[in-house]
């Protein structure tokens, strides 16, 4: 069946899925720039006053959205799109900013002092340049001029709303978009554009939603929003121009309009794939990756991926980045090969790319399982030199992707380590604290474990600053480290998880097994149901296994059996199997005349691609189930899944039972 003809059916077929979002608090106007105002030139776009060009100083978190619109800038076709900015003359030039005498002569309306409404307009403009970052606008002190421009919006034309809109950040920045007096100023604004949009054409309400942009606040403008909605009905009518700089308006809001469809937006990109040039990839990848939005088909990520790799050695560091990340959120092991040569086109481009692209690199294979070792290497080396040059977060990054892929890091897994020991570090972790027990448990599947951090990191204060109560799925590494503490450190007397927090968050992060005859049940848990009813059927006495997760958390199951001092198999005691599901599952001392077995079934997410090497992750797991007192034995999912008849999977199962006799 023909692809695009497939994508057509789907999508009416296709049911809405409910998405929560989790959204962080943006604190908008903080520390936002300036734009340089200029005189416009004859024949310049829809600002018909004034100009302006791309900001040059914003927060880092803004920094990815500085680069997508540079890259519209950039491309021909978005020039209409965009408020347009001429050559920089500079602010000298520029004496008084005053709105054109000849603007909308039909309007003779006066404000509430007998001046027409065009003084209030020029008025407005000229307090903002001189109150650049000296008055907020909501200062009383020019209380009289908002109100008066802000009662006269109406009769403004749609260019002179555009400068009004414009000029708002010329004002000290307030500290919340939310604060009362603020949001009376820009709201009003908002309703105006809101109330003349159904009469602007789509390319106009690109170049208000750029004005919205440049004040920090386009998340929060309801025209905003309002022109999403309203293009996302008609996403698969839009030309690419316009797609591409739909997507950059949705990557700026961060989430999906409600009752949208999705497969909406994969079905028009799909159309215009072929079209598309790095930079409008870049963009794309933003919007899709912002809103947490897969790319369900390999073939239209292969498609992205290879667009961009064809210009691997221009691209710079946040475009690459941003790619990543789509990359990495988007891919699976049916897309390892296509991500592998991904990683394979840039490596040549490591040593001139930020320490955050390369990261970012480094961890676009982990969902694919695929890991590209001379990459990694080569990231690794990277960080080895420049470690003073990484935040927190890459180094949080770096520790995933290296541990996981078990590369050759001994040496900068304890650089890290002495690094997050550092006074000058002490600032970021106290910002970016959950970032701490991340790194710490990737560190500790190499073995290296730090008492002091460790212990600060259970302490209930740093969980409670960093957490809050009632979070406790989002306390998966705290867990890691309780466990670490209380297996892999004899000597520890630090903090630990008092019993009810331990259970909580266990509950929360453990696997649960589905019944065999649910509609929906994961290859994993059929493969695990197979075993363990051949298992059973192969010892003929269901009291001498028990199924269970020893250590829950690394949602995996085990077969427990017990065997005597003679190597003959025994029932499980009573005391093991009797221990709740979300509890570790620890032999008692009092059975030194047993030997405890577990049969571990591993996934196929427990290797990497196309390899029998376990993951970093599930090397642990292996590592402190022996430190528990068990024997392991596993079961590989490639060969279980490659016997194909039931005496065949008896025979394995004699196997690995015939090792635990023994």
Same mark, same amino acid.
């Given at each position: 069946?023909?692809?695009?003809?497939?994508?057509?059916?789907?999508?009416?077929?296709?049911?809405?899925?409910?998405?929560?979002?989790?959204?962080?608090?943006?604190?908008?106007?903080?520390?936002?720039?300036?734009?340089?105002?200029?005189?416009?030139?004859?024949?310049?776009?829809?600002?018909?006053?004034?100009?302006?060009?791309?900001?040059?100083?914003?927060?880092?978190?803004?920094?990815?959205?500085?680069?997508?619109?540079?890259?519209?800038?950039?491309?021909?076709?978005?020039?209409?799109?965009?408020?347009?900015?001429?050559?920089?003359?500079?602010?000298?030039?520029?004496?008084?900013?005053?709105?054109?005498?000849?603007?909308?002569?039909?309007?003779?309306?006066?404000?509430?002092?007998?001046?027409?409404?065009?003084?209030?307009?020029?008025?407005?403009?000229?307090?903002?340049?001189?109150?650049?970052?000296?008055?907020?606008?909501?200062?009383?002190?020019?209380?009289?001029?908002?109100?008066?421009?802000?009662?006269?919006?109406?009769?403004?034309?749609?260019?002179?709303?555009?400068?009004?809109?414009?000029?708002?950040?010329?004002?000290?920045?307030?500290?919340?978009?939310?604060?009362?007096?603020?949001?009376?100023?820009?709201?009003?604004?908002?309703?105006?554009?809101?109330?003349?949009?159904?009469?602007?054409?789509?390319?106009?309400?690109?170049?208000?939603?750029?004005?919205?942009?440049?004040?920090?606040?386009?998340?929060?403008?309801?025209?905003?929003?309002?022109?999403?909605?309203?293009?996302?009905?008609?996403?698969?009518?839009?030309?690419?121009?316009?797609?591409?700089?739909?997507?950059?308006?949705?990557?700026?809001?961060?989430?999906?309009?409600?009752?949208?469809?999705?497969?909406?937006?994969?079905?028009?990109?799909?159309?215009?794939?072929?079209?598309?040039?790095?930079?409008?990839?870049?963009?794309?990848?933003?919007?899709?990756?912002?809103?947490?939005?897969?790319?369900?088909?390999?073939?239209?990520?292969?498609?992205?991926?290879?667009?961009?790799?064809?210009?691997?050695?221009?691209?710079?560091?946040?475009?690459?980045?941003?790619?990543?990340?789509?990359?990495?959120?988007?891919?699976?092991?049916?897309?390892?090969?296509?991500?592998?040569?991904?990683?394979?086109?840039?490596?040549?481009?490591?040593?001139?790319?930020?320490?955050?692209?390369?990261?970012?690199?480094?961890?676009?294979?982990?969902?694919?399982?695929?890991?590209?070792?001379?990459?990694?290497?080569?990231?690794?080396?990277?960080?080895?030199?420049?470690?003073?040059?990484?935040?927190?977060?890459?180094?949080?990054?770096?520790?995933?992707?290296?541990?996981?892929?078990?590369?050759?890091?001994?040496?900068?897994?304890?650089?890290?380590?002495?690094?997050?020991?550092?006074?000058?570090?002490?600032?970021?972790?106290?910002?970016?604290?959950?970032?701490?027990?991340?790194?710490?448990?990737?560190?500790?599947?190499?073995?290296?474990?730090?008492?002091?951090?460790?212990?600060?990191?259970?302490?209930?204060?740093?969980?409670?600053?960093?957490?809050?109560?009632?979070?406790?799925?989002?306390?998966?590494?705290?867990?890691?480290?309780?466990?670490?503490?209380?297996?892999?450190?004899?000597?520890?007397?630090?903090?630990?998880?008092?019993?009810?927090?331990?259970?909580? *968050? &266990?509950?929360? #992060?453990?696997?649960?097994? @589905? $019944?065999?005859?649910?509609?929906?049940? +994961?290859?994993? !848990?059929?493969?695990?149901?197979?075993?363990?009813?051949?298992?059973?059927?192969?010892?003929?006495?269901?009291?001498?296994?028990?199924?269970?997760?020893?250590?829950?958390?690394?949602?995996?199951?085990?077969?427990?059996?017990?065997?005597?001092?003679?190597?003959?198999?025994?029932?499980?005691?009573?005391?093991?199997?009797?221990?709740?599901?979300?509890?570790?599952?620890?032999?008692?001392?009092?059975?030194?005349?047993?030997?405890?077995?577990?049969?571990? *079934? &591993?996934?196929? #997410?427990?290797?990497?691609? @196309? $390899?029998?090497?376990?993951?970093?992750? +599930?090397?642990? !797991?292996?590592?402190?189930?022996?430190?528990?007192?068990?024997?392991?034995?596993?079961?590989?999912?490639?060969?279980?899944?490659?016997?194909?008849?039931?005496?065949?999977?008896?025979?394995?199962?004699?196997?690995?039972?015939?090792?635990?006799?023994?």
């Amino acid at each position: 069946m023909n692809l695009l003809k497939f994508y057509s059916q789907q999508n009416l077929l296709l049911k809405q899925c409910t998405k929560t979002w989790v959204t962080c608090h943006n604190k908008a106007f903080l520390n936002v720039s300036r734009h340089s105002v200029l005189p416009l030139r004859s024949g310049g776009g829809y600002g018909i006053y004034f100009q302006i060009r791309p900001m040059t100083r914003f927060p880092y978190r803004h920094h990815e959205n500085m680069n997508g619109e540079k890259l519209l800038r950039s491309l021909p076709g978005y020039k209409h799109l965009l408020f347009e900015a001429p050559e920089e003359d500079g602010m000298e030039n520029c004496e008084r900013a005053q709105v054109s005498q000849g603007s909308a002569s039909k309007y003779q309306s006066t404000t509430g002092d007998g001046k027409r409404w065009r003084d209030s307009v020029n008025t407005f403009i000229e307090t903002a340049y001189s109150c650049q970052d000296e008055l907020p606008i909501t200062h009383p002190k020019i209380q009289e001029v908002i109100e008066n421009v802000l009662a006269d919006l109406k009769w403004c034309s749609d260019d002179e709303l555009c400068q009004v809109l414009y000029h708002v950040r010329y004002f000290l920045p307030c500290p919340s978009s939310k604060d009362p007096a603020f949001m009376k100023v820009w709201s009003r604004i908002d309703e105006e554009c809101l109330l003349r949009h159904p009469t602007w054409s789509l390319d106009f309400c690109f170049v208000v939603a750029d004005l919205w942009y440049g004040i920090s606040l386009a998340r929060f403008s309801q025209f905003h929003w309002t022109l999403i909605k309203k293009l996302f009905r008609k996403v698969n009518k839009l030309s690419k121009e316009h797609f591409v700089r739909f997507m950059f308006c949705l990557n700026l809001n961060r989430e999906m309009p409600d009752n949208s469809n999705p497969y909406d937006l994969e079905y028009s990109l799909y159309k215009l794939v072929d079209q598309l040039s790095a930079e409008e990839v870049v963009v794309i990848a933003m919007a899709f990756f912002k809103t947490q939005t897969h790319i369900r088909d390999p073939q239209l990520m292969k498609a992205l991926m290879h667009t961009v790799m064809k210009t691997s050695d221009s691209l710079d560091s946040i475009s690459v980045a941003a790619v990543a990340k789509l990359t990495r959120f988007c891919t699976d092991t049916k897309s390892a090969e296509d991500v592998w040569q991904f990683q394979e086109k840039f490596i040549p481009e490591i040593p001139k790319l930020s320490i955050a692209a390369c990261t970012h690199l480094a961890l676009s294979g982990t969902n694919s399982l695929s890991p590209n070792q001379e990459l990694i290497q080569r990231v690794v080396d990277r960080l080895e030199e420049n470690m003073e040059e990484a935040r927190l977060k890459e180094l949080e990054r770096i520790s995933l992707a290296m541990t996981m892929y078990n590369a050759d890091c001994d040496k900068l897994c304890n650089m890290i380590a002495d690094e997050l020991q550092k006074p000058e570090r002490a600032d970021e972790i106290r910002k970016y604290g959950r970032c701490l027990p991340a790194i710490l448990h990737f560190l500790s599947i190499r073995n290296i474990l730090h008492s002091d951090l460790i212990s600060m990191c259970l302490s209930k204060e740093f969980r409670d600053t960093y957490y809050g109560r009632g979070k406790e799925i989002f306390q998966r590494e705290i867990l890691c480290l309780d466990v670490v503490a209380d297996l892999e450190i004899p000597t520890y007397n630090g903090n630990r998880l008092g019993e009810k927090s331990f259970n909580l *968050i &266990m509950k929360k #992060n453990m696997m649960r097994l @589905k $019944s065999p005859t649910s509609i929906k049940v +994961s290859l994993y !848990q059929k493969c695990v149901f197979g075993v363990t009813d051949t298992v059973q059927l192969v010892m003929r006495d269901k009291s001498l296994c028990h199924s269970c997760g020893i250590l829950p958390h690394h949602h995996t199951v085990a077969i427990v059996v017990c065997t005597n001092s003679e190597g003959h198999f025994v029932k499980v005691p009573q005391h093991l199997t009797e221990i709740e599901a979300y509890k570790i599952k620890k032999i008692s001392k009092n059975d030194t005349n047993l030997t405890y077995h577990a049969i571990v *079934i &591993m996934g196929r #997410n427990s290797y990497l691609f @196309k $390899s029998r090497e376990l993951t970093g992750q +599930s090397q642990l !797991q292996i590592r402190q189930t022996q430190k528990l007192g068990y024997r392991t034995h596993m079961v590989h999912y490639q060969d279980w899944d490659s016997l194909r008849d039931e005496e065949q999977r008896k025979s394995y199962i004699n196997n690995i039972l015939k090792n635990c006799s023994e």
